[in-house]
């Protein structure tokens, strides 16, 4: 400013000095050097304010601004300005130097980036897809344009996967790995190793499991297996990631698609066989408990009703003794007549066949194949 | 007219130091190496990133390399296996420039696309003689320790990287793995086949097995109640056994005596006999029947 200031001073000076030695009428000369210097004089304010604000402009070019979601760089003359940590703006309003004196490079902070596997697909557009409306299935799968894993039982499988992770050092990231040559500089070259990775745990988990285990047995250990393995490169190749979620996703080949389903129908089918016949062993052994707790429990109460029916004998053994000694024939004859008397009511058919006169019995036939009526009124307890 | 002087010769003298500046400095990137050439001649250690001051051209040139990690895919190439078996191997490369002076020495004007394509060469000799070396049954098992998926990968990478030093094409290989690993175009139609044929198998297995085994399980279940039943019977006995073991303890009762036992117990025998069912004849000597005897019989009164 005050360069501008003392050039402003001499610009008076000078204006004043030139009228006073020529106190002439003014010739059109003078008059058009003056209009001319006058002419200059304004142009060269307006040049001068135009420079000016060339210079504001071109400073607050370098006014720049950090979202929420990035930190930032700033190189000069192509190296970091600050080291490590320092290094990283945080968001808000930030001002450098305008190019080509510094370059602002911005970097995303930790946030949750996603790949998808590129191997182990079969060709088909995300159209194709969203429709449904896949290209039909050749007999065969060509090599670069067909993608596929081959699996430790030396079997043909599609598989894809979606991978999670986050960048753990994303200023290492940006400037250690490329998309390509002479790529800016960037997220997508460790995004690109980052896939690569996830395709080759892909062919290298399939390539040590089985078809059925990919497919059915083993859904989520193939799943784990593949994450593993991208954590295990990852670490290796040194990219500086750490992996948030992988999910997998695999199909038998499409030209095989119904001969699979069969597969799982037989199974299924077997399964259903095994659960009927393990219905029917829990039922067969129910019964069979049932049936020999019954035995059980009857022998149990025959025994009771042995001992009882034993013991009240010996009680009326022992009353009747008394009696019995008294005149045991009597006795005999009155017990005995009394058992037939009621032995006869119960008994349906009665017969009397009185001797013949010469004492030999009568010969007596009878059909014996009918059975006899069961009584109407017949006393429980008598089988 | 002086001040008017100032203003050109300022204005021209930042156009000047501009100018001069764009001559005579270079910038080096932070993720990029530099290498000078003095009239074709490559002089001094290349140049890191910052800013550098050069002769302008054509006395010097700048040549500048991205020292990033570049990923590069392969192209897949058939090979054969130790067991003859012809495989489809792609691998991708993690790849950077480890010395820019001996790159720029190796590749005319340090170009990528050549460096790539000696890569390439290199890659397709590293992968059929490695491939070569390895029945199938190395890229692919159950046993995850006859796999051999990753020494093939680093047998590779060695590879290449010793090519790489000794030639002194000042590339260092990051990492390298396979990108694809798959079978000539027939042979797929063919894994089909067996496929399919294997499929049959799991078919017939399930159903076969489903069968034997559910045949199975049903005699077992038979067998078990059975012996169930016939446990339950011979416990049945031995509480009978019990029962009568525990009833002879009153026999001594009857000792006393046995003639009314006896009776008592053809008594009851005959009572027992004499069912609803029973057809009963009698003839007059059984009482209370002789008590018809001589009454109205035909018989003769002895």
């Given at each position: 400013m005050t360069m501008s200031d003392e050039h402003e001073h001499h610009h008076h000076a000078h204006a004043h000095e030139l009228p006073v030695p020529a106190p002439l009428p003014m010739t059109p000369d003078d008059a058009g050097s003056q209009a001319m210097s006058e002419a200059l004089r304004s142009s060269f304010a307006i040049v001068k304010f135009v420079m000016v604000a060339l210079v504001i402009l071109f400073l607050a070019s370098g006014i720049f601004q950090v979202g929420p979601q990035e930190q930032a760089i700033i190189l000069r003359f192509g190296k970091t300005v600050g080291t490590e940590q320092q290094a990283l703006l945080g968001p808000g309003l930030h001002w450098a130097f305008p190019y080509p004196i510094d370059e602002v490079v911005k970097i995303p902070i930790r946030q949750i980036q996603s790949v998808q596997s590129t191997v182990g697909w079969f060709a088909e557009t995300p159209e194709q897809e969203l429709s449904g409306n896949l290209p039909p299935a050749g007999s065969s799968l060509v090599p670069g344009v067909d993608g596929y894993a081959f699996t430790a039982d030396r079997n043909i499988i599609h598989t894809r996967a979606a991978l999670y992770y986050q960048v753990d050092d994303p200023t290492r990231a940006v400037f250690?790995?490329?998309?390509?040559?002479?790529?800016?500089?960037?997220?997508?070259?460790?995004?690109?190793?980052?896939?690569?990775?996830?395709?080759?745990?892909?062919?290298?988990?399939?390539?040590?499991?089985?078809?059925?285990?990919?497919?059915?047995?083993?859904?989520?250990?193939?799943?784990?297996?593949?994450?593993?393995?991208?954590?295990?490169?990852?670490?290796?190749?040194?990219?500086?990631?750490?992996?948030?979620?992988?999910?997998?996703?695999?199909?038998?080949?499409?030209?095989?698609?119904?001969?699979?389903?069969?597969?799982?129908?037989?199974?299924?089918?077997?399964?259903?066989?095994?659960?009927?016949?393990?219905?029917?062993?829990?039922?067969?052994?129910?019964?069979?408990?049932?049936?020999?707790?019954?035995?059980?429990?009857?022998?149990?109460?025959?025994?009771?009703?042995?001992?009882?029916?034993?013991?009240?004998?010996?009680?009326?053994?022992?009353?009747?003794?008394?009696?019995?000694?008294?005149?045991?024939?009597?006795?005999?004859?009155?017990?005995?007549?009394?058992?037939?008397?009621?032995?006869?009511?119960?008994?349906?058919?009665?017969?009397?066949?009185?001797?013949?006169?010469?004492?030999?019995?009568?010969?007596?036939?009878?059909?014996?194949?009918?059975?006899?009526?069961?009584?109407?009124?017949?006393?429980?307890?008598?089988? | 007219m002086k001040k008017r002087n100032l203003i050109t010769i300022f204005t021209a003298a930042v156009l000047v130091v501009i100018f001069v500046l764009l001559l005579f400095t270079f910038q080096v990137r932070q993720s990029q190496v530099a290498v000078v050439t003095t009239f074709g001649k490559i002089s001094g250690p290349p140049c890191s990133p910052g800013l550098h001051l050069r002769w302008p051209w054509p006395i010097q040139q700048v040549y500048k390399f991205d020292q990033r990690i570049q990923t590069f895919s392969d192209k897949f190439s058939e090979n054969l296996t130790r067991d003859n078996i012809n495989l489809i191997v792609s691998v991708y490369v993690g790849w950077r420039i480890s010395d820019a002076t001996n790159f720029l020495n190796s590749f005319p004007n340090g170009s990528i696309e050549a460096a790539q394509g000696q890569l390439q060469s290199l890659l397709t000799s590293a992968k059929?003689?490695?491939?070569?070396?390895?029945?199938?049954?190395?890229?692919?098992?159950?046993?995850?320790?006859?796999?051999?998926?990753?020494?093939?990968?680093?047998?590779?990478?060695?590879?290449?990287?010793?090519?790489?030093?000794?030639?002194?094409?000042?590339?260092?290989?990051?990492?390298?793995?396979?990108?694809?690993?798959?079978?000539?175009?027939?042979?797929?139609?063919?894994?089909?086949?067996?496929?399919?044929?294997?499929?049959?198998?799991?078919?017939?297995?399930?159903?076969?097995?489903?069968?034997?085994?559910?045949?199975?399980?049903?005699?077992?279940?038979?067998?078990?109640?059975?012996?169930?039943?016939?446990?339950?019977?011979?416990?049945?006995?031995?509480?009978?056994?019990?029962?009568?073991?525990?009833?002879?303890?009153?026999?001594?009762?009857?000792?006393?005596?046995?003639?009314?036992?006896?009776?008592?117990?053809?008594?009851?025998?005959?009572?027992?006999?004499?069912?609803?069912?029973?057809?009963?004849?009698?003839?007059?000597?059984?009482?209370?029947?002789?008590?018809?005897?001589?009454?109205?019989?035909?018989?003769?009164?002895?």
């Open positions: 250690y790995f490329s998309d390509g040559p002479g790529s800016p500089l960037g997220m997508a070259g460790v995004s690109n190793a980052v896939q690569n990775v996830l395709n080759n745990a892909l062919l290298y988990t399939a390539a040590h499991f089985g078809v059925d285990q990919v497919l059915y047995s083993d859904v989520g250990g193939f799943q784990d297996a593949v994450e593993q393995r991208v954590i295990q490169l990852a670490d290796q190749e040194r990219l500086g990631v750490t992996i948030r979620q992988c999910s997998v996703a695999s199909i038998p080949p499409r030209q095989l698609q119904e001969i699979f389903d069969q597969v799982t129908d037989a199974r299924q089918n077997q399964a259903k066989v095994l659960d009927d016949a393990h219905s029917y062993e829990n039922q067969v052994t129910n019964n069979a408990d049932a049936q020999a707790s019954t035995i059980i429990n009857e022998a149990r109460s025959a025994g009771v009703r042995y001992v009882q029916s034993v013991q009240a004998d010996a009680k009326a053994f022992s009353d009747l003794l008394p009696n019995y000694k008294i005149n045991p024939n009597l006795f005999e004859q009155e017990q005995l007549v009394q058992m037939m008397g009621t032995a006869l009511t119960n008994v349906q058919f009665k017969g009397y066949m009185p001797t013949t006169a010469n004492g030999k019995p009568t010969d007596l036939w009878l059909l014996l194949n009918r059975e006899p009526p069961e009584p109407k009124t017949g006393a429980a307890g008598q089988e | 059929s003689a490695v491939v070569g070396d390895h029945p199938l049954s190395d890229f692919v098992n159950a046993d995850l320790q006859q796999l051999k998926f990753d020494e093939i990968q680093d047998q590779i990478e060695q590879t290449v990287q010793t090519e790489l030093r000794t030639n002194d094409y000042g590339i260092q290989v990051e990492f390298l793995g396979m990108a694809k690993l798959g079978l000539p175009e027939s042979v797929t139609e063919a894994v089909f086949t067996r496929m399919k044929s294997e499929r049959q198998v799991l078919i017939s297995q399930a159903q076969n097995e489903g069968r034997a085994e559910a045949i199975k399980i049903r005699a077992n279940a038979d067998r078990q109640a059975n012996e169930t039943l016939a446990d339950a019977e011979a416990q049945a006995k031995q509480i009978e056994g019990q029962g009568v073991a525990e009833a002879a303890k009153t026999l001594p009762i009857f000792q006393e005596n046995p003639e009314l036992a006896v009776f008592m117990l053809r008594i009851k025998a005959l009572q027992d006999s004499l069912n609803q069912r029973s057809v009963l004849i009698f003839d007059q000597r059984t009482p209370p029947f002789d008590l018809f005897n001589g009454v109205w019989t035909n018989a003769p009164n002895p």
